[in-house]
Nanobody, 114 residues
Framework: QVQLVESGGGLVQPGGSLRLSCAAS????????VGWYRQAPGKQRDLVAT???????NYADSVKGRFTISRDNAKKMVYLQMNSLKPEDTAVYYC????????WGQGTLVTVSS
């Protein structure tokens, strides 16, 4: 029902900013809880942030105050604004949509390095 495509990843210096986008296609996007996960090299996948259909948000402690998740249901888009980036933020970032069935994008690589 939902396809997700991430974009916006790339190389950024520590302290810099980056905005990730997730474009969704399919039906009933507005009813899904959507979010971002990340997987750093050689590490487990971690939750970054989620936002529900009612616009309630959750953030990992490691990104609170630096990252902001948002969604635009009319455009079927999910965003992750990342500020004050640190080298430990380096990871492949995945967009997800969840309800009865979970959907995942293929990921976009964010590299934070000087």
């Amino acid at each position: 029902q939902v396809q997700l495509v991430e974009s916006g990843g790339g190389l950024v210096q520590p302290g810099g900013s980056l905005r990730l986008s997730c474009a969704a296609s399919g039906s009933f996007f507005n009813v899904y809880t959507v979010g971002w996960y990340r997987q750093a090299p050689g590490k487990q996948r971690d939750l970054v942030a989620t936002i529900t259909s009612g616009l309630s948000t959750n953030y990992a402690d490691s990104v609170k105050g630096r990252f902001t998740i948002s969604r635009d249901n009319a455009k079927k888009m999910v965003y992750l604004q990342m500020n004050s980036l640190k080298p430990e933020d380096t990871a492949v970032y995945y967009c997800t949509a969840r309800r009865n069935i979970d959907y995942w994008g293929q990921g976009t690589l964010v590299t934070v390095s000087s």
